[in-house]
Structures are given as C-alpha cells and as structure tokens.
C-alpha cells in the first residue's frame, strides 16, 4: 500500500508530540519550591522589620506629645498620651506601647514598646524592647540594626 504525502505514519520521524511530560512539570515545580525557600524567609524579615519601624516611629509620635505637654505644663506626669499610633497598622497585635507609672516623673520619661509573641516569632527576639526616654536616647538589644 502507497502512503500520499498526506498520510501521517505512526511512529515514524515525522510524527510529533505536543505537551508538557511528568519529567518537566516536576522539574519546574523542584525550581518553584527553592525560590520559595529563599523568598519567604526574605519576605517575613522584611516584614518584621516594618512592624519594628511602625513600633519606633509611634514611640516618637508618643514623646513629641509628652514634650509638648512639658512646654506647657512644665511637667510630664498627668500626661493622657493616646496618639493613636497602636491602632494604626495593626500596630497592637506586634507591639506594646506602654509608659510604665515609675518612669513618668515631673521632669523625665521613658516610652516602651514591648514586642508581642508574633514579632518575637518573626525576629527572632533580635531587637526586644524598645524604648525612648526625655533626653531621646533609644534603647534596644541592637541598637545598631534595631532603630
């Protein structure tokens, strides 16, 4: 029997597959899953350190208040200091903000963010609490990389 041109052959050279094999779709999937190792790591260090960031920026939103009060007043203590700043960004649920009774005197003051068990998680308690105090030193673990 003659073939026309037309005819396709099976299994001959001139037949071709089209689609991806098991081999390749796993290979991509292997490739897929490395650059995820890599990234997410990336990505959740990135994000504590913006949940830090917001923790030090609400600290100094806090002490300008508290300054502003001294101007005023001519004393720190009887501050009603609620800026706002912990509810912004969830700030809350990675950060306290505090100003402990005993350091709120007539001429002095320390604000504290204490970090929550979630950016402990996220950090690796890296950088701990952080504080700022009347004179605006900033205090932490790692003062270098933490402020």
């Known amino acids: 029997m003659k073939h026309s041109r037309n005819t ?4 001959s050279a001139a037949s071709f597959q089209r689609g991806v094999t098991l081999i390749e779709l796993l290979v991509v999937m292997v490739i897929v899953g490395i650059l995820a190792a890599i990234a997410y790591p990336s990505y959740q260090r990135y994000v504590a ?3 830090r960031n917001a923790a030090a920026a609400c600290l100094s939103q806090i002490a300008q208040s508290l300054e502003r009060r001294y101007t005023t007043n001519l004393t720190y203590v009887g501050a009603d200091i609620n800026p706002g ?4 960004n969830d700030l809350q649920r990675f950060y306290t903000i505090t100003i402990p009774e005993a350091s709120l005197r007539q001429s002095e003051y320390v604000v ?4 929550t068990a979630v950016q402990n998680r996220a950090e690796g308690q890296q950088c701990g609490t952080l504080s700022l105090n009347h004179t605006g030193t900033r205090r932490s673990n790692n003062n270098n990389t933490c402020w």
Do not use: K, M, S
């Open 85 to 88: 700043c912990e509810t912004e």
């Open 8 to 11: 396709r052959r099976f299994g």
């Open 112 to 115: 504290q963010a204490e970090p």
């Open 49 to 51: 350190r913006t949940h």
